[in-house]
């Protein structure tokens, strides 16, 4: 028994931690759900983790992504991320993607293979364009709805985007989805309306969303402990 999943492997057992350590799982987005999805994905013993983002590391990413630190600004997200993985266990192979995943350079990324996908994108044709590709491979996909301008972490809850209900983002999604023939996609969601910001903010033209240390965080580790149950089961 290697030591460091000892205590894992009381609850998923022998062949459970095999099933993991053998699979290849690919994370777009690292940021605030992202980042916590990669975390508990490199403790769970996940075999090979692929990161797909763009973005660097900021100081006002530190209220709430767990790889941005003093030590991480200015670092690519993707480098940031694999260097935190591999401190926590070198034996994963961690494989960094340096693009804006988007419908125009999709078609750049091989998704056969991976044992799961998890999308923590916040590009809505991103996340569509996804999520159109892995149900045509059949590879398993979980999507984040949003997490921005919560403040209630014990409202998320798992479901299928159809059975989603108030959130802005998985509506939209809905519409998109069912546009394309998408029958389903496991999302991870929250019915919490979203807040108002106190002021305004805006980045590249948009209006950015409020956030804090104990939302994001609590969405992308649900995610990952579906991305292990589902894999597991298998």
């Known amino acids: 028994m290697n030591e460091m999943f000892e205590r894992t492997e009381l609850l998923l057992g022998e062949d459970g931690i095999k099933k993991l350590n053998n699979a290849k799982v690919a994370v777009f987005g690292v940021g605030g759900v992202g980042g916590y999805i990669v975390e508990a994905l490199a403790r769970s013993g996940i075999g090979e983790i692929h990161l797909f983002d763009n973005d660097t590391v900021a100081l006002s990413n530190k209220n709430r992504q767990i790889i941005a630190t003093d030590d991480t600004l200015g670092m690519l997200k ?28 999709a078609n750049t990324v091989n998704l056969e293979g991976f044992s799961y996908v998890a999308d923590a994108l916040d590009t809505i044709v991103s996340k569509v364009e996804l999520a159109v590709r892995c149900e ?29 209900s108030v959130c802005p983002l998985a509506k939209v999604m809905r519409k998109l989805l069912k546009e394309k023939g998408v029958k389903k996609l496991k ?11 106190l002021k305004i903010i805006s980045a590249n033209k948009r209006a950015v969303p409020g956030s804090v240390a104990f939302v994001p965080s609590v969405a992308g580790l649900i995610m990952a402990g579906e991305i292990v149950k589902d894999i597991i089961s298998k």
């Open 187 to 197: 999302v991870v969601y929250t019915k919490e309306p979203p807040k108002k910001p």
């Open 78 to 105: 993707t480098d940031a991320a694999k260097q935190r993985i591999l401190s926590i266990n070198k034996e994963i192979n961690v494989v960094t993607h340096n693009m804006f995943y988007l419908p125009e350079n």
């Open 136 to 164: 045509k491979l059949k590879v398993p996909l979980i999507s984040s709805m949003g997490a921005g301008n919560k403040l209630n972490p014990v409202g998320f809850t798992v479901a299928d985007i159809y059975s989603t």
